[in-house]
């Protein structure tokens, strides 16, 4: 199949902090040497970004707090759980959304964003 460009609502400076501050925590967490899977789904209403690490996965009561300002499970100087904060809060402002997800031996972040015809 052709690919063909998928058009959303968004800040392109914005959405490129988003990214970038999950890719940052993907590395951080993932298994050495394993991949980091990103791949795009679109229906006619929202694209999906799923953004993917081998690694431990995230204890269940922390897959909404991580998002939170100053939850952070390890030292990051000035930035201390910051990131995801910042990550959620784009996110809102563009009208989409961000979760995280445990499955397939790691961790799946997944940023939905409305999209633009």
């Given at each position: 199949s052709q ?10 400076y914005?959405?490129e ?12 967490y ?5 991949e980091i899977?990103?791949?795009l789904?679109a229906?006619a209403?929202a694209?999906?970004v799923?953004?993917h ?11 909404e707090r ?5 939850v952070?499970d ?6 201390r759980?910051q ?5 959620k809060?784009?996110?809102?402002k ?12 790691g961790?799946?972040?997944i940023?939905?964003l409305?999209?633009?015809?």
């Open positions: 690919a063909q460009a998928v058009n959303v609502l968004a800040d392109e914005a959405l902090d988003v990214v970038g501050h999950v890719l940052r925590n993907a590395d951080r993932r298994t050495p040497g394993s899977r990103i791949t789904e229906d209403t694209a999906r799923s953004i690490n081998a690694g431990p996965a995230i204890d269940d009561a922390m897959l991580i998002f939170e300002y100053g952070s390890q030292t990051e100087g000035a930035q759980g990131g995801l904060f910042v990550a809060t784009y996110m809102a563009m009208g989409g959304t961000i979760r995280a997800l445990n499955h397939e031996g961790v799946a972040f940023l939905q409305a999209r633009h015809h």
